[in-house]
């Protein structure tokens, strides 16, 4: 596991199917009442509770973004810390629910964390664990390329990230750079570097004008310059912080 899928689209759906899951399982188990409810009651409960956990989960998609494009992989250790925020997230808002005037809830905080969350919790993260693997699946899938487009439909280039090198600033143009057959090559598209940075956050800025993969980060050549494989790229005091060999 060292990459993730961080586009939208394929997080929200599990934000959705996680809250679908809840709703479900408030409205079929109604483990969260001890006194009897009729079902218009139940649905509202269910309802409220799945808003909440739609809404938890979709915090984190962005910080999970910057998780990822910041350490440039995914692991375990990511995993959990996403998990782990995910439950506290939607642990207060459940509970302030719990005792709205909404749900009348009968439990104290730790009767509620005890004897609701902890439960649904373990039921809840077998269905999150299996989501997030097929997110991680996801990149093999579609992510063994990226495609960095230009301004002109026909102007793109279609590169598998480990042979993506480096970006450079060329007016209103970029030069890539990229391994083709184990060779650096050259190609020359209409775009600007600030959207090649925000559409490809593999890339890391060192210059107002270069963008690398850290990947290809050999060496520093002098206190201003870096190595990289196959060619050499500038780079600034306020981009030097952090930058290190892979």
Same mark, same amino acid.
């Given at each position: 596991?060292?990459?993730?899928k961080?586009?939208?689209?394929?997080?929200? @759906?599990?934000?959705?199917?996680?809250?679908?899951?809840?709703?479900?399982?408030?409205?079929?188990?109604?483990?969260?009442?001890?006194?009897?409810?009729?079902?218009?009651?139940?649905?509202?409960?269910?309802?409220?509770?799945?808003?909440?956990?739609?809404?938890?989960? @979709?915090?984190?998609?962005?910080?999970?973004?910057?998780?990822? $494009?910041?350490?440039?992989?995914?692991?375990?250790?990511?995993?959990?810390?996403?998990?782990?925020?995910?439950?506290?997230?939607?642990?207060?808002?459940?509970?302030?629910?719990?005792?709205?005037?909404?749900?009348?809830?009968?439990?104290?905080?730790?009767?509620?964390s005890?004897?609701?969350f902890?439960?649904?919790?373990?039921?809840?993260?077998?269905?999150?664990?299996?989501?997030?693997?097929?997110?991680?699946?996801?990149?093999?899938?579609?992510?063994?390329?990226?495609?960095?487009?230009?301004?002109?439909?026909?102007?793109?280039?279609?590169?598998?990230?480990?042979? @993506?090198?480096?970006?450079?600033?060329?007016?209103?143009y970029?030069?890539?750079?990229?391994?083709?057959?184990?060779?650096?090559?050259?190609?020359?598209?209409?775009?600007?570097?600030?959207?090649?940075?925000?559409?490809?956050? @593999?890339?890391?800025?060192?210059?107002?004008?270069?963008?690398?993969?850290?990947?290809?980060?050999?060496?520093w050549?002098?206190?201003?310059?870096?190595?990289?494989?196959?060619?050499?790229?500038?780079?600034?005091? $306020?981009?030097?912080?952090?930058?290190?060999?892979?």
């Amino acid at each position: 596991m060292n990459r993730i899928k961080t586009s939208f689209k394929p997080n929200f @759906l599990i934000s959705l199917m996680i809250s679908s899951w809840l709703f479900l399982f408030t409205v079929l188990i109604k483990p969260f009442q001890l006194e009897p409810l009729i079902n218009s009651r139940w649905i509202t409960m269910a309802l409220g509770y799945s808003i909440i956990a739609l809404f938890g989960y @979709l915090t984190l998609i962005p910080l999970q973004n910057k998780i990822f $494009t910041k350490a440039n992989k995914w692991n375990l250790k990511y995993e959990f810390i996403i998990f782990l925020l995910f439950f506290l997230l939607t642990l207060i808002p459940s509970y302030l629910y719990h005792k709205s005037d909404f749900t009348n809830g009968i439990y104290n905080f730790f009767e509620f964390s005890i004897n609701i969350f902890l439960p649904t919790i373990i039921i809840l993260t077998p269905i999150i664990i299996v989501a997030r693997i097929h997110l991680i699946k996801l990149v093999d899938k579609t992510e063994d390329f990226i495609i960095i487009n230009g301004t002109y439909k026909l102007d793109y280039l279609k590169i598998k990230p480990a042979n @993506l090198v480096c970006v450079s600033s060329s007016k209103n143009y970029v030069d890539i750079y990229y391994l083709n057959n184990g060779i650096l090559t050259k190609k020359v598209i209409r775009a600007s570097l600030k959207k090649i940075e925000k559409e490809v956050p @593999l890339l890391t800025r060192v210059h107002r004008s270069h963008l690398i993969n850290p990947n290809h980060f050999l060496s520093w050549k002098n206190n201003n310059t870096l190595s990289l494989t196959q060619i050499e790229i500038p780079i600034t005091k $306020t981009f030097k912080e952090g930058i290190k060999p892979f």
